[in-house]
C-alpha cells in the first residue's frame, strides 16, 4: 500500500513533525501509558537524516509538541479521566519522573537533544492531538506560502494521523514517512499507515526516509 515518493514530488517548504521527551524517553507519558518507548526511539535516527537533509536545502522545518498550561485550564475533565484510568503513575497534570505529565515547561515536554531545534526553527505547542487546533500552525505555513506537509514522529495514530487528516482538509499535500513515525503498537502504526492510502490516498501518500533522500538528491 506504500506510495513511492517520486510520485509526491517535494517543493521548497516542508513540515517534520517531531519528538518530545514525554513521548520518547523512559519514565514520560506514553510509558505511563503502558507502552514501550522503543518503537519512538527506534525512528529518531530516521528524522535525524531527515532534518539533515531538509536544513541542508533550506526546507522549512517546524517542531511540534503536545502539551498543557500549567493550570490545566487546556484540558478537559474528560481527556484528564482517561489519561489516569490506565496509568500506573497518573495521567495528565500528574507528577512523574521527567515532571508533570505532558505540562509545558516541565522537563519531560522539552525536545529531545538529537532533534532539538535550530533557533530559526518554531515549535508549535499544541494541547491536543492535531498541530493546527489551538496553535497558530496554519498561519505561519500560509505566510511561508507553503503548500505540501513532509509529515514524521510519534504517534503514527494519534498525533501524526490527526495533524495529516486536519492538513488534508485544509488543502494541503501531505506526505508520511512511514519508517519515521511510530506508534506505541505496531498494529496501530501499521493501520494508520494503511488507511492515508485508502481509495487512492484519501488523506495523503506514504513514502520512506529514504525515498525521500533518493529524490531530493542528498
Do not use: W
Request: net charge neutral; hydrophobic share 35%; aromatic share 6%.
Amino acid at each position: 500500500m506504500q506510495r513511492d515518493c517520486k510520485r509526491h514530488p517535494i517543493k521548497p517548504h516542508d513540515k517534520s513533525h517531531l519528538l518530545n521527551n514525554t513521548v520518547c524517553e523512559p519514565g514520560g507519558y506514553l510509558e505511563s501509558q503502558g507502552y514501550s518507548v522503543e518503537p519512538a526511539r527506534a525512528i529518531i535516527p530516521k528524522i535525524q537524516s531527515l532534518l539533515e537533509a531538509f536544513r541542508s536545502f533550506g526546507f522549512t522545518v517546524y517542531h511540534t509538541r503536545e502539551g498543557h498550561r500549567p493550570d490545566l485550564s487546556t484540558l478537559s475533565s474528560r481527556e484528564q479521566q482517561r489519561s489516569k484510568k490506565f496509568s500506573a503513575v497518573g495521567g495528565i497534570g500528574d507528577k512523574g519522573p521527567l515532571g508533570r505529565l505532558l505540562v509545558r515547561g516541565e522537563p519531560g515536554h522539552d525536545i529531545i537533544p538529537e532533534l532539538y531545534p535550530l533557533p530559526n526553527e518554531p515549535i508549535i505547542d499544541k494541547p491536543g492531538k492535531s498541530a493546527f487546533q489551538y496553535t497558530d500552525l496554519r498561519l505561519l505555513l500560509d505566510v511561508k506560502g507553503v503548500k505540501n506537509l513532509v509529515i514524521c514522529g510519534v504517534t503514527t495514530d494519534v498525533c501524526v494521523s490527526t495533524t495529516m487528516r486536519d492538513a488534508n482538509d485544509m488543502g494541503f499535500d501531505c506526505l508520511l514517512v512511514s519508517d519515521a513515525c511510530a506508534a506505541g503498537l505496531q498494529e496501530l502504526h501499521e493501520a494508520a499507515v494503511k488507511m492515508v492510502v485508502q481509495e487512492g490516498g484519501i488523506f495523503g501518500a506514504v513514502t520512506t526516509t529514504d525515498a525521500i533522500l533518493e529524490k531530493i538528491g542528498f
